[in-house]
């Protein structure tokens, strides 16, 4: 069955969560009340990649009713607001701004009552919860890390959630600015949100008062951002999981953004969450759609799907499909342009619109049948990764003189690979009352140079949405006392971030990963049946094969002698059992996919 989204919907966006290729559950398995939360990958639409933030709510709610009325039935049951559904639509508001935002007197975000005006007379999302749980759907909100930089300048009272007046402790009222972290603000939106301190009280009385009220609203998900990949915070995701832990309301949570994310780093979250990022934002290029090939084969090898998360399980997340009409990233407009991914490269990124079918085990392996072999240039990249990956442990200290030194990975300081990709220890001169006080709170960390005299620091969380198209060794900007451009070097080896607390790393990647080659995956139904999916990310049409004894490795413990079924796009069948080899020509950009009885 075949599907073109943009012709479905001709008159609103339309783009879907995409989590690893997986496939429809029914109806009745998607509408029963689970014992375990996200016992299936949730599926849904998300307002971001065609409105950007600028959303109303009549335009939400048209987007929900189609949702309804169109794959409801096909198991996609979350409707989520995207970023920024409090700020003011108006002169100079754009993604970056500040000073715009609507916050309650506790320092905490509220709809604009403009674009959202059942949110007036304190009803926040309410009333918009209870339309969308009308149309048997799941209501969902995007978050930010920690509090807004608008309410620490207001210098907002905390609630007590508890006694419904202000936080006390020792004596004294807190406020926003006693909790805000000032030197951890979200690399790329700095002037919006920072770091709350979780080791005081009140900094856990503002996070618990956010997620209560979430949850008196109605809210079935929570996509929390700047707190995962380069912006890792792990102390404020494991205290808004305990928050959700206690609430009466089930709520799914979900962690963004997935910039640089590894199987290690995502073992550290997976187990307080349901979904997490592993992949930058997603858009409407094939750059994009083939770069998650090798992700996605990652995070299978390392047995993350489907694996313990929140009160349920957890599943990796490659970003929403970016079908339909669209907006453009940072954009202060609504959807003006349809997806510029063809109909095949649309399906290749999203082969499995079938129900009544859910994987129960997967593995992924490349197609036996090479007919071109592809050159691929490697390059160096600047990456973080878990402090526990035995391979972050490549950093020594390099003297250059009494007064210099550098810190260099040291795989490269034979030369077999060219120059060594080296740092500069920045020698600081404390001078002023700002340098007294960040110099007494990062002891023992340092400012890192491109060059001796470089006035440009290694940055651990580079202001970027959008990763998958850049290849740097470093990004580096003017220095500032912020904890993302400071680093702590360990006598084991380790370069430690004190933005995330993760460790950076050296690594070689081709610098077109994932746009060349052939891929061949295979998963199971819950009936027996096995699907076959081929995927040609060449630019030119190639035959993909497999062999029919090779599908026994998504049953185990079973052998596969024989094979009957039909390719979904074409509609075409095999004719006969086939027992030695399944083989079709896969056009450009373009995929196949099988359903098939085996014996």
């Given at each position: 069955m075949e599907l073109s989204l943009s012709t479905s919907l001709p008159s609103f966006s339309f783009f879907l969560f995409f989590f690893l290729l997986v496939l429809s559950v029914s109806s009745e398995a998607s509408r029963r009340?689970?014992?375990?939360?996200?016992?299936?990958?949730?599926?849904?639409?998300?307002?971001?990649?065609?409105?950007?933030?600028?959303?109303?709510?009549?335009?939400?709610?048209?987007?929900?009713?189609?949702?309804?009325?169109?794959?409801?039935?096909?198991?996609?049951?979350?409707?989520?607001?995207d970023y920024l559904w409090y700020r003011r639509k108006v002169p100079g508001a754009y993604v970056d701004s500040l000073g715009f935002d609507v916050i309650d007197e506790w320092g905490r975000m509220i709809p604009d009552p403009?674009?959202?005006?059942?949110?007036?007379?304190?009803?926040?999302?309410?009333?918009?919860?209870?339309?969308?749980?009308?149309?048997?759907?799941?209501?969902?909100?995007?978050?930010?890390?920690?509090?807004?930089?608008?309410?620490?300048?207001?210098?907002?009272?905390?609630?007590?959630?508890?006694?419904?007046?202000?936080?006390?402790?020792?004596?004294?009222?807190?406020?926003?600015?006693?909790?805000?972290?000032?030197?951890?603000?979200?690399?790329?939106?700095?002037?919006?949100?920072?770091?709350?301190?979780?080791?005081?009280?009140?900094?856990?009385?503002?996070?618990?008062?956010?997620?209560?009220?979430?949850?008196?609203?109605?809210?079935?998900?929570?996509?929390?951002?700047?707190?995962?990949?380069?912006?890792?915070?792990?102390?404020?995701?494991?205290?808004?999981?305990?928050?959700?832990?206690?609430?009466?309301?089930?709520?799914?949570?979900?962690?963004?953004p997935g910039t640089?994310?590894?199987?290690?780093?995502?073992?550290?979250?997976?187990?307080?969450?349901?979904?997490?990022?592993?992949?930058?934002?997603?858009?409407?290029s094939w750059g994009d759609v083939?770069?998650?090939?090798?992700?996605?084969?990652?995070?299978?090898?390392?047995?993350?799907?489907?694996?313990?998360?929140?009160?349920?399980?957890?599943?990796?997340?490659?970003?929403?499909?970016?079908?339909?009409?669209?907006?453009?990233?940072?954009?202060?407009?609504?959807?003006?342009r349809r997806s510029r991914l063809n109909l095949k490269e649309q399906r290749t990124q999203f082969p499995y619109i079938r129900g009544s079918s859910?994987?129960?085990?997967?593995?992924?392996?490349?197609?036996?049948?090479?007919?071109?072999?592809?050159?691929?240039?490697?390059?160096?990249?600047?990456?973080?990764?878990?402090?526990?990956?035995?391979k972050a442990s490549g950093w020594l200290v390099k003297e250059l003189d009494q007064d210099l030194e550098q810190i260099c990975w040291k795989e490269n300081m034979e030369g077999r690979y060219g120059e060594p990709f080296c740092l500069y220890k920045r020698n600081t001169l404390v001078e002023s009352d700002e340098e007294i006080m960040y110099g007494s709170q990062y002891q023992g960390a340092l400012h890192l140079l491109a060059s001796?005299?470089?006035?440009?620091?290694l940055?651990?969380?580079?202001?970027?949405?959008?990763?998958?198209?850049?290849?740097?060794?470093?990004?580096?900007?003017?220095?500032?006392?912020?904890?993302?451009q400071m680093w702590e070097f360990h006598g084991n080896g380790t370069l430690i971030s004190s933005y995330s607390g993760l460790c950076a790393i050296m690594k070689k990647v081709k610098a077109n990963a994932g746009a060349a080659g052939a891929r061949s995956w295979i998963a199971t139904g819950r009936s027996g049946e096995i699907y076959l999916a081929f995927f040609n990310l060449n630019p030119d049409n190639m035959v993909i094969a497999a062999e029919v004894s090779d599908l026994a490795k998504a049953l185990p413990g079973q052998s596969v002698t024989s094979c009957v079924g039909k390719e979904i796009w074409s509609g075409s069948d095999l004719g006969r059992p086939t027992n030695d080899t399944i083989a079709t020509m896969v056009g450009s950009h373009d995929s196949a996919l099988y359903v098939l009885k085996c014996n």
């Open positions: 009340k689970d014992e375990e939360r996200a016992s299936t990958p949730p599926r849904g639409w998300n307002s971001y990649d065609s409105f950007c933030w600028t959303v109303s709510e009549e335009e939400f709610l048209q987007n929900a009713e189609i949702l309804s009325q169109k794959l409801h039935a096909q198991g996609y049951e979350y409707v989520v607001v403009v674009r959202w005006p059942s949110s007036r007379g304190g009803k926040g999302f309410t009333e918009v919860a209870n339309k969308v749980h009308s149309m048997g759907l799941k209501f969902g909100i995007h978050t930010m890390r920690g509090i807004s930089t608008q309410a620490v300048n207001a210098k907002t009272p905390i609630l007590d959630t508890t006694t419904g007046s202000a936080y006390q402790e020792s004596g004294r009222v807190w406020h926003a600015q006693d909790i805000g972290m000032k030197e951890k603000v979200c690399a790329w939106m700095q002037h919006g949100f920072m770091s709350v301190n979780t080791d005081l009280g009140a900094g856990k009385a503002f996070l618990r008062s956010l997620y209560q009220q979430y949850a008196s609203w109605g809210v079935d998900f929570i996509k929390n951002d700047c707190v995962f990949g380069d912006d890792l915070n792990i102390n404020e995701i494991t205290y808004i999981s305990e928050v959700l832990k206690e609430l009466d309301r089930p709520i799914l949570y979900s962690l963004s640089s994310v590894t199987p290690d780093m995502a073992k550290a979250v997976s187990g307080l969450s349901n979904l997490y990022r592993i992949t930058a934002d997603d858009w409407d083939a770069s998650h090939f090798d992700v996605a084969r990652d995070f299978s090898a390392a047995k993350m799907i489907g694996a313990s998360g929140l009160l349920g399980k957890s599943w990796p997340d490659l970003d929403m499909l970016p079908l339909g009409y669209l907006t453009d990233p940072g954009s202060n407009e609504g959807p003006h859910s994987p129960r085990g997967r593995k992924h392996r490349r197609s036996g049948m090479y007919p071109t072999r592809v050159e691929e240039s490697e390059v160096e990249v600047l990456g973080l990764t878990s402090c526990k990956d035995p001796e005299n470089a006035k440009y620091c940055n651990a969380s580079p202001r970027r949405k959008i990763t998958s198209r850049e290849f740097t060794r470093g990004s580096f900007s003017h220095c500032t006392w912020n904890a993302n």
